[in-house]
């Protein structure tokens, strides 16, 4: 099949991308996941393989470059002491072996390749913190980075060693593994689920993942969860050489690992192991969706290293998807929070692979053209994620006489959500309602994603309460969120007294920030949190004809005189040109043009003014002549506890704006340990270190510059 043409690529890339991020949020956020890993799979090799072809289409905030979800609320955090990485996938036997070419080129290696073949599990992954031998903290993967504390949970797991077995480990280690329900225990589980008159569990996963994330340990307890470890955050800590070792050393500590696992040579030895495992995949205790091929070497992976977001040393060759057939019961238009409009098909409910699919995007108007997708027919349905499934192909022999193509133009002429009109985007095959933040769905996405973790992280304000918000008036634009009063919030369904007090001191922490999680709150079309980040690092290294005049900067952006926008490196951002943009790091001209184009809208200038006015404030990036003499200039500090007057974003705001850095853990290269309120290992660590710890006051004392007192 030809590659497709740019606007062809570029049409699909947004399509797909769109797409994951709702399957992401329902399987991270919300624990309602519709479709099958598979599926999931199919739709983000699909973007890889186009922005392989396409590397101008690739931007910060795709789906391939993020590992994943964030954690819900209802637990505390934890941040993994190495960052747990997403794999790579392989669907087709072509794609292992390009895998295996790139080892081998970057090892430079003559010969054949050792790799360790195990299968993949279909659960959800942990990682074990161990200290001195003892269990002292378990999280979920979460974003890769953090994740949630499901200490509590995991020590109620059998399979879980609370102490080590042996006397030979660091005296820090980070297990990694997957937590599942095997097949027999699922089985049971079920039964005794109807016999009690109470709804069964849809698949092993999903019943897996939601008793690991009871609030109430004592039912997790009840479910017959099993651990199964994979590798440790730092495998040469354990003093072996190759990864099979790794796995040995586990075991003799007292962990289930899977099987089977085999050391294969190269890639005919892979395949081989892949095929077995198919064949035996009924007989597995355990549902498998993969196999994963990891480079034995231990040495050999510190060579490959890691991209953004998963190891260069393993990939995951995915086990060939399942289908089933149903019936298209409607088609209906979705809007989105970018207030693009796409067709979704709502199907008769069917169970692929032990998962309830219900409805199947159909993407946009040309696919669904394509495809030729109608109401009434029976259509083949992939299992592929659990997320949203992909319609491969209609049974035309089983068409109703009565079906008729569904024209977009013809159906959707005005938004289902405000009524605005519906157009075409020229040169895309996506239709966007044109009503803006008029529109309620894109004001509620737009507020949601501005008060989102990693915007200004507003606690407290959930779908629920956005969406009363914006029905009753009381929020046209972000900027209204701090103008709002208890008495209003006190009125809403679900907020008392408490819950808006709450709110209020949340949205009061919230208007300091950082310039990077404003850029990232305000929507900014392919703007992440990657890219947002490397606009604030570059707001002074931008060379603008207006650099240090405040009022010609307030003009080149567009705004009046009075502007209440009077951070210089926001207004060198706004008056920055697309050449100027292209010149930050991966910063390529489509993304340029969007965040151009973004400050050249007068409302959106006018919210931003707005959110200014308001106080939404932050640390100003210094310039890089003044770097070296700030206050914190190369300072390496850890952050434990909690700060009463500073949340966690905002102290590493304050610290990296003074040329400070934040790490993750204490070591011998650390200068400060600012502890808070019920300061964890690390205050231990930095004491054992005798590294200078700081308190509340010591932490502000620094960042003005002024000597301290530590311990």
Known sequence: ????????????????????????HRYYVLDQPVLSDAEYDRLLQELRELEAAHPELV?????TQRVGGAPRDGFSTVEHDTPMLS??????????????RRVRERLQAPGEVVYTGEPKLDGISLSLTYEDGLLVRAGTRGDGRTGEDVTANVQTIGSVPLRLRGGEYPSRLEVRGEVVIRSEDFEKLNAERLEAGERPFANPRNAAAGSLRQLDPRITARRPLTLFTFGVGEPLALDVATHSEVLDRLAALGFRTTGPIERLRGVAECLSYR??????REALPYEVDGVVFKVDDLTAREQLGFTARAPRWAVAFKLPAREATTVVREILPSVGRTGKVTPLARLEPVEVGGVTVSRASLHNADELERKDVR???TVMVRRAGDVIPEVTTVVMEKRPPQARPWRFEERVAQCPECGSAVVRVEGEAAHRCIGGLSCPAQLEGAILHFASRRALDIDGLGEKI???????????????LFHLRHAQLAGLERMGDKSADNLLTSLERARQTSLERFLYGLGIQHVGDVTARRLAEAAYRLRCDLEGDPGGLRQAAGLEPGSAVSSEALLRLMAASAEELEAIEDIGPVVARA??????????????????????????????????????AGASVVLTGTLAGWTRGQAKAAIEARGGRVTGSVSRRTDYVVAGEDAGSKLDRARQLEIPILDEAGFQALLEGAPSDAD
Do not use: C, Y
């Open 375 to 377: 109401e009434g027919d």
């Open 595 to 632: 965040i151009v184009g973004f400050f050249a809208e007068p409302h959106n200038r006018r919210v931003i003014e707005r959110l200014r006015a308001a106080g939404v404030h932050w640390p100003e990036p210094l310039p890089s002549a003044a770097a070296t003499e700030a206050p914190l």
């Open 1 to 24: 099949m030809p590659d497709p043409t740019p606007p062809e690529a570029s049409r699909r890339v947004e399509a797909l991308r769109r797409e994951i991020a709702e399957h992401d």
């Open 275 to 280: 095929q077995r495992l198919i064949e035996q």
């Open 87 to 100: 794999l790579d996938n392989a669907f087709e036997e072509g794609d292992l072996v390009e895998f295996d």
């Open 466 to 480: 956005v969406e009363q918000l914006i029905s009753k008036g009381m929020v046209r634009d972000p900027a209204d």
């Open 59 to 63: 931007t910060p905030d795709s789906p």
